[in-house]
């Protein structure tokens, strides 16, 4: 039997849409309808599929106004965030339509024959995505996969499956043939477990929480299933007393607070060396109150609403700790919460290890460059983080030491379609984008030819 879903708009709390979710019988037709897709996907030839590709998006690009409308609607992300992410599927099926032609295998050198690898395409690939970056994370799972000839079932998170399902539609007019990417709205418990357990797919790609990510991981055990998991962050944002403190100030506010604090590569610790602590919270906190949180429609917004009632609620149990400063945000209705700085008394404290998923930043101070390595490796997660400083070597140094995926330096980017993303420890397991991804989504197959008489 299925389920309604009524989408709340988390900036009005006002009901968007009703979105009916699929159940398991819906789901096996699903898988099975991609499975019989992928006989006639794979055999496409490489360079049709290639512009298959490219004409998905450009016809996402040309949506980016709808889809960017949808996104703010139903996630609550600025119009400036939300526009980029409509731009950034578009990139990524560009960067991987040219994967079709360059799937290259190798040529061994053996005695007495040739010996070939080819890249085969696994299947029907589960694509599972979380309500904090519906857009991207969606194509970050897709595009390549389906440029290197695998078929795709995803399923949006609940709470945020409008652009998902636009993007369904929008495949379908671009020219991929039908059943070759499917959107299947529907729980997690329901749907998303189901991609686990279906024999027929092949391979999951799941983001979102660290505890649901294991109990993947230990589904896919079961049949040897390929995963590959974003998950979790607690990232530092490391700040030595060398470097520009007025910049590393500027930028802090972005670095955390950005789509609500709800992005695994927020930089919630701030780590800033003992000697530059007061000239840095004085900056930060001009930044701070600059920050703007408001109608996340507006061109001029900084941060909108957090996804949900339970979200904020989840997220203002880390409260009780001493506050530096906040930020302002608007009243009345919406799941509005202000930008917050902590200042935990001891590492041991709450808000410096869980991941809060809000616009909650927690503030320590460090004595010099060992321990302040020390301080950014204590922690179960390893996705991202910052380091500013003018001492080029130092940055090396630092940026070698510290456990994590992806780090920048005198910067808080870490998120370019072409160069590689995922995470050490419990942050996950494999590297989505760039020019490896396409790895996680064929097998090597090695063909051994005898020449011999
Ligand atoms: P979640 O439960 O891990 O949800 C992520 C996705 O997995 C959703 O599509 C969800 O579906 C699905 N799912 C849930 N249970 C499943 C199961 N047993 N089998 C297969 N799929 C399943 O995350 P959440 O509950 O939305 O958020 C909780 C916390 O996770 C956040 O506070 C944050 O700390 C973390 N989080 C991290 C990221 C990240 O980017 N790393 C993203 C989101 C959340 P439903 O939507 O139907 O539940
Ligand atoms: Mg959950």
């Given at each position: 039997m299925s389920s309604v879903y009524e989408v709340i708009n988390p900036a009005t709390e006002k009901v968007v849409t009703a979105i009916e979710l699929a159940d398991e019988a819906a789901t096996d037709a699903a898988i099975e309808r991609a499975h019989k897709a992928f006989d006639t996907w794979r055999h496409v030839a490489p360079g049709d599929r290639a512009k298959m590709l490219r004409s998905f998006a450009s016809v996402?690009?040309?949506?980016?106004?709808?889809?960017a409308a949808l996104e703010i609607e139903n996630s609550g992300h600025t119009r400036g965030n939300a526009l980029w992410e409509a731009e950034n599927v578009a990139n990524v099926l560009n960067y991987y339509s040219a994967a079709p032609e360059r799937l290259f295998g190798k040529q061994i050198p053996v005695p007495n024959g040739i010996d070939i690898t080819f890249?085969?395409?696994?299947?029907?690939?589960?694509?599972?995505v979380p309500w904090n970056f519906p857009m991207p994370i969606a194509g970050w799972g897709f595009a390549p996969a389906l440029a290197a000839g695998n078929t795709v079932v995803l399923k949006p998170a609940e709470y945020t499956p409008m652009t998902a399902i636009r993007l369904g539609e929008l495949a379908l007019e671009a020219g991929i043939p039908k059943d070759v990417f499917t959107v299947i709205p529907g729980k997690g418990s329901?749907?998303?477990?189901?991609?686990?357990?279906?024999?027929?797919?092949?391979?999951?790609?799941?983001?979102?929480?660290?505890?649901?990510?294991?109990?993947?991981?230990?589904?896919c055990a079961d049949q040897v299933k390929r995963v590959t998991l974003e998950l979790g962050g607690k990232s530092a944002n490391v700040i030595f007393a060398d470097s520009d403190i007025e910049k590393a100030a500027a930028n802090a506010p972005g670095a955390v607070f950005d789509n609500a604090g709800q992005d695994c590569c927020a930089r919630s610790r701030i780590l800033v060396e003992k000697s530059a602590f007061d000239k840095f919270m004085s900056a930060f906190e001009v930044a701070v109150k600059k920050f703007r949180v408001e109608d996340p429609s507006l061109a001029t917004s900084d941060m909108g609403p957090m996804i949900s009632a339970k979200q904020k609620a989840a997220v203002e149990k880390y409260l009780d700790e001493p506050v530096a400063f906040t930020g302002s945000a608007p009243s009345g209705p919406g799941f509005w919460l202000?930008?917050?700085?902590?200042l935990p008394t001891?590492?041991?404290?709450?808000?410096?290890n869980d991941e809060i998923f809000g616009p909650v930043v927690s503030v320590m101070t460090f004595d010099g460059e060992d321990d302040a390595?020390?301080?950014?490796n204590e922690t179960e997660f390893g996705l991202s983080g910052s380091i500013w400083t003018r001492d080029s070597g130092k940055a090396i140094r630092v940026s070698r030491a510290i456990e994590s995926g992806n780090?920048?330096?005198?910067?808080?980017?870490?998120?370019?379609?072409w160069t590689p993303f995922g995470g050490y420890k419990q942050s996950g397991l494999g590297r989505e984008l760039g020019p490896d991804a396409l790895d996680s989504f064929t097998e090597v197959k090695n063909v051994f030819i005898s020449t011999g008489k």
């Open positions: 996402v690009s040309a949506h980016r106004e709808e889809l890249k085969e395409p696994l299947g029907v690939i589960g694509v599972i329901i749907v998303g477990a189901r991609f686990v357990t279906h024999p027929k797919v092949r391979k999951i790609v799941f983001t979102g929480s660290t505890q649901v990510g294991k109990s993947i991981m230990a589904g202000p930008p917050t700085v902590l001891s590492t041991k404290s709450k808000s410096w390595i020390a301080k950014a780090l920048s330096v005198n910067s808080n980017s870490s998120v370019r379609y």
